[in-house]
């Protein structure tokens, strides 16, 4: 899978479990995450992990979550990449 179809899909994971009422066209890399969508609270950050790891099979380990993989869309997708990365080697 390409990062752009990477991208994609997580930008419209977020979109609706947000349940934001914009498209995911409307969000690109430089996005911000945190601070930026009053909906993206501690709970949605729960929501939108767990959504991510059924999507893209795989498990997120609590220390690698940290705040600047949240501060953009693109460094959610680098992380979901990471993530995915790491599986295919185990």
Same mark, same amino acid.
């Given at each position: 899978?390409?990062? @752009?179809?990477?991208?994609?899909? *997580?930008?419209?994971? %977020?979109?609706? $479990?947000?349940?934001?009422?914009?498209?995911? =066209? !409307? +969000?690109?890399?430089?996005?911000?995450?945190?601070?930026?969508?009053?909906?993206?609270? @501690?709970?949605?950050?729960?929501? *939108?992990?767990?959504? %991510?790891?059924? $999507?893209?099979?795989?498990?997120?380990?609590? =220390? !690698? +979550?940290?705040?600047?993989?949240?501060?953009?869309?693109?460094?959610?997708?680098?992380?979901?990449?990471?993530?995915?990365?790491?599986?295919?080697?185990?």
């Amino acid at each position: 899978m390409s990062r @752009s179809d990477i991208a994609k899909t *997580v930008k419209s994971l %977020l979109v609706d $479990t947000l349940s934001l009422s914009i498209s995911p =066209d !409307d +969000l690109n890399d430089d996005t911000p995450l945190l601070g930026n969508f009053p909906e993206f609270d @501690s709970m949605a950050i729960v929501s *939108v992990i767990t959504s %991510l790891e059924e $999507t893209f099979e795989f498990t997120a380990e609590d =220390d !690698d +979550l940290t705040a600047e993989v949240f501060e953009t869309i693109g460094s959610l997708v680098d992380f979901v990449i990471e993530q995915t990365v790491t599986r295919s080697q185990d």
